[in-house]
């Protein structure tokens, strides 16, 4: 298995997200600088960190999208390789147009930083099959801009086609329909707030977060 985890200036999880990939799965994972222009062949998962790339200059995440790296992201996403965006990363793949929706500002004009409580709304993607359709899971957030938003008629195509990942089971950020993570249409593509991460040993308070790369290389495999 071969992972790529792609850093841009002002990223601060990359080497969390990076060793977590490498701890887990045992992956050779590359850290792709944005500006370069290609990724390694034959990738079996992409991974844009949390942080704040270019300052969240303009929105969080619109100047990342548009770097040189995103081109080869989003070519790899349209041949089904499977590309995970946590936090930062969530914000980069809505406006690189891979998600739909956008974050927003949180609702109560605040940084939210704490471990959350969240539902498992879809368990049988490649992403989230180590959990149980239903399961209550804590896994950490920190972030200024994570208010999910759609249109009504984009969340209810979101909810029927079971794109849903993740819900928070309580207000955290005023995201539309407490959604917390959100998957493309073909399944390979996830965008989430909370950051898995940052949960993937008991020394970190819980291991929730280790058993979405554990279901991931059990489905790569």
Request: proline share 5%; hydrophobic share 40%; aromatic share 6%.
């Amino acid at each position: 298995m071969r992972a790529a985890v792609i850093q841009f200036p002002g990223s601060n999880c990359d080497r969390d997200m990076a060793v977590a990939i490498r701890q887990i799965t045992g992956a050779q994972t590359d850290v792709i600088w944005h500006r370069d222009s290609a990724l390694p062949p034959r990738l079996d998962l992409i991974a844009i960190p949390g942080g704040f790339s270019y300052g969240d200059y303009l929105r969080s995440g619109a100047m990342a999208a548009r770097s040189p790296i995103m081109q080869a992201v989003i070519a790899a996403a349209a041949r089904g390789v499977p590309v995970l965006g946590v936090c930062n990363g969530f914000q980069i793949l809505t406006e690189a147009g891979l998600l739909p929706g956008a974050l927003m500002r949180n609702g109560g004009i605040r940084f939210v930083c704490r471990t959350v409580s969240l539902m498992v709304e879809n368990s049988q993607s490649i992403f989230t099959s180590g959990y149980d359709q239903g399961e209550k899971i804590s896994i950490p957030v920190a972030h200024h801009d994570g208010n999910y938003f759609a249109d009504a008629a984009t969340l209810d195509q979101i909810e029927g086609k079971g794109r849903v990942a993740f819900r928070y089971n309580e207000p955290v950020n005023g995201s539309a329909r407490n959604i917390a993570g959100v998957l493309n249409d073909a399944g390979n593509v996830l965008g989430m707030m909370p950051h898995p991460e940052r949960m993937i040993e008991s020394i970190h308070g819980g291991s929730d977060g280790r058993r979405l790369f554990e279901g991931l290389i059990r489905q790569i495999a």
